[in-house]
């Protein structure tokens, strides 16, 4: 899987030397990275709702313009640990760019020249991303999952009778981003990694 000798590769053997990360996340982060590393990069990045923070740490390993990520969550895992280390083997820049910060998304600031990510925002942890992004002014990105049907039943309920009701919260959510200002493009990892695929990106009109 990584014979090569680009740094993709190199990152690869060092996270399964360690068995760092299963297959799926590793994928998962690095195909969400490359289709919205050029929108959302900023000189902070901030993950939220990070876990062992993988995605976050893809934008301190290869954008040479973040000058730090912050990786919140409300706890960090033993994992996370165990992939700094391994990926410092390659790129050992990357540990001067980290701060895990154990705090609650929803009590969390993020400063000014941040770019937002939510990849494991589940349910209604993808609406605070983005009501962060619209408070903040900034741009974001997020993988939705395990949506929160309780909370959009009353608003989306007129269109579950033709779609997915996972699609009309999506849509729901795109129409008030752009009623916030924000312009919104959609795109989707392949399904084959997670069928929960599809992300929604935003950035401000006025940057």
């Not at 876990?51 to 730090?68: D, K, N, Y």
């Not at 700094?84 to 895990?100: C, D, Q, T």
């Not at 909370?151 to 009309?168: E, N, Q, V």
């Amino acid at each position: 899987w990584f014979d090569g000798e680009g740094l993709p590769n190199r990152l690869g053997r060092a996270l399964s030397k360690r068995h760092a990360i299963d297959m799926k996340e590793f994928c998962e982060s690095f195909e969400f990275f490359e289709r919205v590393r050029k929108s959302v990069r900023r000189p902070v990045m901030v993950d939220l709702c990070c876990g062992h923070g993988f995605t976050g740490i893809l934008f301190a390993v290869f954008e040479r313009c973040v000058e730090e990520v912050v990786l919140v969550d409300t706890r960090r895992p033993a994992s996370h640990e165990k992939i700094v280390e391994s990926i410092a083997e390659v790129a050992p820049w990357v540990r001067k760019k980290l701060r895990y910060v154990e705090y609650s998304i929803r009590r969390y600031t993020p400063p000014e020249s941040a770019g937002l990510l939510g990849v494991h925002a589940c349910g209604g942890r993808t609406d605070v991303c983005l009501d962060m992004a619209v408070s903040h002014g900034l741009p974001v990105a997020v993988m939705p999952c395990c949506h929160a049907f309780v909370k959009y039943g009353g608003r989306s309920l007129p269109f579950h009778r033709t779609m997915p009701p996972d699609l009309a919260v999506d849509i729901d959510r795109t129409y008030r981003l752009q009623a916030s200002g924000f312009n919104v493009k959609w795109n989707a990892i392949p399904k084959a990694i997670t069928p929960k695929n599809r992300i929604i990106n935003a950035r401000p009109s006025i940057p």
